[in-house]
Each structure stands twice: as C-alpha cells, then as structure tokens.
C-alpha cells in the first residue's frame, strides 16, 4: 500500500524580530514577546480544499462508463491531480482496466461496504504516479442483498470516504448499470454525477430515466446532488444519428454537456485488455487526447 504524501507544514516559519518597546508590553514567560506572539497554534490554518466526489453513473450498460473512470481518472492525474478511482461495479472492468489482478485480492470494496474495513486499507497504487484505485470483487453481486438490512445502509460508502477524501484532488466513483444499493451509495457520497451518454437513440431514454433518480436522491438522502455533466462518448462523425442525438442533449441540457466528446476509437477498446489507461497504452491515439482534453476541461478552475 502506498501512503499518499503529505503537505508541508504551514505552520513552520521564521519569527521576525520584534521590539519590545513598540509594541509597549512584554511578557517574561514568551521571552519579551505579546502572549501568543511566536507561538504555531495561533497561525490560522488552513483547512484543506474538499474533493470533488464525482460518480459516474448511466444505467444503460455499454455506454463507456468504465472507459471514461479509468481514462479520465489516469488524464487528471497526468495533470498532477491526486485521484482515487472507487470501483463500485462487481465485473470489476475499472479494477482490471488499471493493472490490478482482482483474484489475487484479499480486501477489496466489499469488505469496505459489508465488514468495516478501513477503505485506505484496500487502495492500490496503479502505474499512473498519482493514480490509485480501491478495487472490486464479485462478492459486490451480493452485497446488494446483504445491505438491505444494514444500519445506515446508504451511506456506507459516505462514511468509508471521509477517512481519506481529503488525501485526493477527485475521487471518481465508477457503478454498476443499475440503481441498487451499490449505486445509491455512490450518488449519496458524491458531490456531483457525470453522465457518460452514447451517441445513439436509446441513451436517451436511460439518462431520462436517470435525471429523475438522481432527484430522488437529492431530495431524499444527498441535499444539492445533481447532474454536473454529460459525456458524449463513443461519437461518429461520419454519421447524422451521432450529430442528432448531441444537438437533442445540448438543446436539453445547455452548458453541462462537456464541449469535448469522445470518438469511436480502437485503442480504447484494446487498453483494458492490457491493464492500462489509453494515456500509457497509446499516448498520441485519438481517444487519449479527447480524455486528456475533457480531463482539462473537467479540472478548469481546480
């Protein structure tokens, strides 16, 4: 397990000399200082910046879902960004897609959610500096039948994050394709959903279908959680459907359909079979630049 690293100390600095005679009182026991002059814990602190808890959530399989955790998740760490990839999927794709052997595992995300295991205790580093990843198991196919009579069972996922979420820049949650347990768990500890959406007819019907949930669980279990943007994946530009079904998302959802989308591309089909993201496995293909130019624009202001 590899520990993330610390920030440097804020409160380590040099205090200046001071006259006593100017500040016109001195106090023996801080050697001629004002009470609480020299002294570290009377610096403000700085509370460090909160994650950004994306879930990447479309209950439509094959929409590139997986694709687009792992490749986004590996493009924002190329931008020096510290991500945790949570796969919350029992086939495990975002676990294997990032070299990790998911049969030799002993603790994984089911351990997290159904036996208290501390979830630092299963993050693995991956081969992208900055990149880690707390892996799934096929035991997650059960664990929604085993969290129906679980205490807080909606949150669990919430309060395993709040043990390293301040040790991450983003933490990109990647779930399964339907709306269980497993799936309410990631949209009740995010801060934000993105939708991976594919450019042909019948994904429109599924993210439909999605706005309404992620509503519920925004006025139910998570106040202010919502759809912060929609990834148009797997475009052909060389046909009129692909063009169709991006202008009829914009038209719907403005400003949060990201302005770069994701082509059709062989090298994304072919990195998971090697473990890798699509930066490492073809850094010049087509679809690593379109993941490192969402990455950007998914970061802009972070």
Do not use: W
């Not at 760490?77 to 049969?103: E, F, M, S």
């Amino acid at each position: 397990m590899t520990e993330p690293s610390g920030a440097s100390d804020p409160t380590a600095f040099e205090e200046p000399a001071v006259n006593a005679a100017v500040l016109g009182s001195t106090d023996d026991s801080t050697g001629g200082f004002l009470s609480g002059e020299g002294d570290p814990s009377s610096v403000e602190q700085i509370s460090p910046k909160p994650p950004r808890i994306i879930a990447l959530a479309n209950q439509k399989g094959g929409v590139g879902k997986t694709t687009t955790t792992v490749n986004l998740g590996a493009s924002l760490a190329d931008l020096n960004h510290r991500v945790l990839v949570v796969d919350l999927d029992p086939q495990g794709n975002a676990t294997t897609g990032l070299g990790i052997n998911k049969q030799v595992l002993d603790e994984t995300m089911y351990d997290v959610l159904l036996n208290k295991l501390p979830i630092d205790d299963c993050i693995e580093p991956t081969e992208v500096r900055g990149l880690f990843v707390a892996p799934a198991s096929l035991d997650l196919a059960g664990s929604e039948i085993e969290l129906v009579s679980a205490f807080s069972r909606e949150g669990k996922l919430k309060i395993a994050l709040k043990e390293v979420e301040n040790e991450y820049d983003f933490i990109l949650i990647d779930c399964p394709p339907s709306l269980g347990l497993l799936t309410v768990n990631a949209l009740v500890a995010a801060t934000e959903v993105m939708v991976p959406i594919q450019c042909e007819y019948y994904a429109l019907e599924g993210l439909a279908q999605l706005s309404r949930n992620v509503a519920l669980v925004s006025e139910n279990l998570n106040p202010g959680l919502e759809i912060a943007s929609i990834v148009m994946v797997m475009y052909d530009s060389r046909t009129k459907l692909a063009a169709q079904v991006v202008g009829e998302v914009r038209s719907h959802f403005g400003d949060r359909v990201c302005k770069n989308m994701i082509p059709r591309n062989i090298k994304l089909s072919e990195a998971p079979s090697y473990g890798q993201p699509v930066t490492i496995y073809d850094p010049s293909s087509r679809g690593s630049v379109a993941y490192r130019e969402l990455a950007r624009e998914v970061s802009n202001g972070v």
